[in-house]
């Protein structure tokens, strides 16, 4: 016969365990333990560098703008930020120039090319497409405005700084190994020169670039960005303002339209948020008015996206009906689950 109280002790011991871990936080649990299975893909190997990050690296995050985390796998991992950086980079050109001058030098078109392609800045007179591919985005980085390349640079891990509340650092390994290999990204700024189209000397524009792909960040840094966004601009934590929140929907806008490449128009079909990529293996989203989202992993798909970073989030705004023209995009379902309690 079974002891009849010892069942009942461990039925109120499971209703305890779900209790105090939260849903959202089982939710997560649920996404990483099911695409940490997902082997697919490989590492960036173009900079050199980045070929020793261990492939099984995988972390999630999510931050509420009013500074909740819920973070899982190896979300406290550092990496580069790579492209993930190129939207910002561009909010802070656009705090230099405005929106009408920046347009003058960089389009806000998707290309449906690699992000690293040359062909449309040849055909198109040397105005890049957008800012999410490497043409856009090296263009972005000559237009920084300082007196010098230290002062310009110091702007940029500044406004970084803001947007992640700690400080940041360069790691030097990433950026000689992509200085002295990115051969493209010297022939697209050559080519940007031709047009006339460099805010600053080729060199420093390029050293600029390199640096800002290769800050460390790790998964709740790119959530925490994200969520910084969300929340009109301001840090969640430390209430610092990090950008000018007219230029916000601009940002929103590019990533959304040209942040996952020639993945863009069916990350949007299917995901519905305004996310950037990058070929360390992150991806930082943006639920507006509600939180960030970061994931890292480095096995990348063709495009430069991350697979399980892809999956994950996909799978989360499923279920959480994240899509921004999704019938119910109150995020109630979210929003509730960020208020319950847990670990
Ligand atoms: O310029 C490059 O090639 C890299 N520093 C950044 C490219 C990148 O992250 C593309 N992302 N998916």
């Known amino acids: 016969m079974p002891d009849k109280s010892s069942n009942n002790a461990m039925d109120s011991l499971v209703g305890d365990l779900k209790a105090v871990v939260s849903p959202l936080r089982a939710k997560l649990s649920e996404i990483h333990r099911k695409y940490a299975a997902v082997n697919d893909g490989a590492l960036a190997d173009y900079i050199p560098e980045l070929t020793k990050a261990n492939p099984d690296w995988f972390?999630?995050?999510?931050?509420?703008?009013?500074?909740?985390?819920?973070?899982?796998?190896?979300?406290?991992?550092?990496?580069?930020?790579?492209?993930?950086?190129?939207?910002?980079?561009?909010?802070?050109?656009?705090?230099?120039?405005?929106?009408?001058?920046?347009?003058?030098?960089?389009?806000?078109?998707?290309?449906?090319?690699?992000?690293n392609s040359?062909?449309?800045?040849?055909?198109?007179?040397?105005?890049?497409?957008?800012?999410?591919?490497?043409?856009?985005?090296?263009?972005?980085?000559?237009?920084?405005?300082?007196?010098?390349?230290?002062?310009?640079?110091?702007?940029?891990?500044?406004?970084?700084?803001?947007?992640?509340?700690?400080?940041?650092?360069?790691?030097?390994?990433?950026?000689?190994?992509?200085?002295?290999?990115?051969?493209?990204?010297?022939?697209?700024?050559?080519?940007?020169?031709?047009?006339?189209?460099?805010?600053?000397?080729?060199?420093?524009?390029?050293?600029?670039?390199?640096?800002?792909?290769?800050?460390?960040?790790?998964?709740?840094?790119?959530?925490?960005?994200?969520?910084?966004?969300?929340?009109?601009?301001v840090h969640p934590v430390t209430q610092q303002r990090a950008i000018d929140p007219q230029y916000i929907k601009d940002l929103l806008s590019v990533m959304s339209t040209c942040g996952m490449y020639d993945y863009s128009g069916e990350w949007y079909y299917r995901v519905g948020l305004a996310a950037k990529s990058g070929v360390g293996g992150g991806i930082c989203a943006v639920v507006p008015g509600v939180a960030g989202l970061g994931v890292f992993s480095p096995l990348l798909d063709p495009r430069g996206n991350s697979v399980r970073g892809i999956l994950a989030l996909e799978e989360l705004s499923k279920y959480y009906e994240l899509h921004v023209f999704g019938c119910h995009n109150n995020y109630e379902k979210l929003v509730n689950d960020c208020s319950r309690r847990g670990r």
């Open 59 to 115: 972390g999630i995050c999510l931050t509420t703008v009013d500074g909740r985390v819920f973070c899982i796998g190896d979300s406290g991992q550092t990496f580069t930020i790579q492209s993930v950086s190129k939207p910002f980079v561009y909010g802070l050109a656009l705090e230099d120039h405005g929106r009408e001058g920046m347009l003058k030098h960089i389009g806000v078109e998707p290309t449906g090319d690699a992000f």
């Open 118 to 233: 040359l062909v449309k800045l040849e055909s198109f007179g040397g105005k890049p497409f957008n800012p999410m591919i490497n043409a856009g985005a090296i263009a972005a980085a000559s237009f920084i405005e300082g007196k010098d390349e230290p002062t310009r640079f110091n702007r940029v891990l500044e406004m970084f700084e803001r947007y992640v509340g700690r400080r940041v650092q360069v790691d030097m390994a990433v950026f000689t190994s992509e200085r002295s290999t990115g051969h493209r990204n010297r022939a697209i700024a050559h080519f940007l020169l031709n047009f006339n189209n460099l805010g600053h000397a080729l060199e420093e524009s390029l050293d600029l670039y390199f640096k800002q792909c290769s800050l460390l960040v790790c998964a709740q840094d790119l959530a925490m960005m994200g969520a910084t966004l969300a929340n009109g601009g």
